[in-house]
């Protein structure tokens, strides 16, 4: 199989779109919508988004100190794409869109009660990275609609992700393996 050169681009391929919720509850807030965002430590589970320092939510994640990931569904898309084109210094984006904000458990920012999974996030480090800083936190509690815990886990096929590469959104979601299993009897 013959392969060409493409332009370079940031995605290595497309990965689930979030609502990063920041601010409080009485004071400023916003929503941002992230693409840009993974784990980076299991012990101490540690995730981190990346976010333009001239973006509002910089502002208020850098001066609150954490933030909240809010899993979206594909219901949600159309709120998704205006929460990434809107700017949350002239537009209340929980309004515009419908969304609910809750109190999260354990850090200042709102959740968006509508997502089915919210992931509450203490920021433990900013690194800068060219066009965007990465917000490196620790994840502190992460709260789920209960009809998705299966074995005290999220079941993510369950959710009806949305992804998004190179200026396109994609559906995933479709249970195709776990871990592990090439090997499962194979190890001594």
């Not at 013959?2 to 370079?8: A, N």
Request: glycine share 6%; with cysteine.
């Amino acid at each position: 199989m013959s392969k060409s050169i493409v332009r370079t681009s940031p995605s290595v391929a497309p990965a689930p779109v979030v609502l990063v919720t920041s601010g409080s509850m009485d004071g400023p807030r916003n929503i941002i919508t992230i693409a840009w965002a993974t784990n980076c430590s299991a012990e101490p589970p540690m995730t981190c988004i990346a976010v333009r320092p001239s973006r509002y939510s910089h502002d208020l994640i850098s001066a609150a100190g954490d933030f909240t990931i809010n899993i979206p569904r594909v219901s949600h898309l159309k709120e998704v794409d205006y929460c990434g084109q809107v700017s949350g210094r002239q537009s209340d984006k929980f309004s515009d869109c419908g969304f609910t904000a809750g109190p999260s458990q354990k850090v200042k920012a709102p959740s968006i009660v509508e997502c089915p999974v919210n992931i509450e996030c203490v920021v433990r480090n900013t690194v800068k990275a060219g066009t965007h800083h990465l917000f490196v936190a620790e994840i502190v509690a992460v709260n789920a609609d209960s009809d998705l815990i299966v074995d005290g886990k999220v079941d993510f096929s369950r959710v009806n992700l949305i992804a998004y590469a190179q200026n396109h959104y994609y559906e995933l979601g479709r249970d195709i393996g776990v871990y592990g299993f090439s090997t499962r009897g194979k190890r001594a």
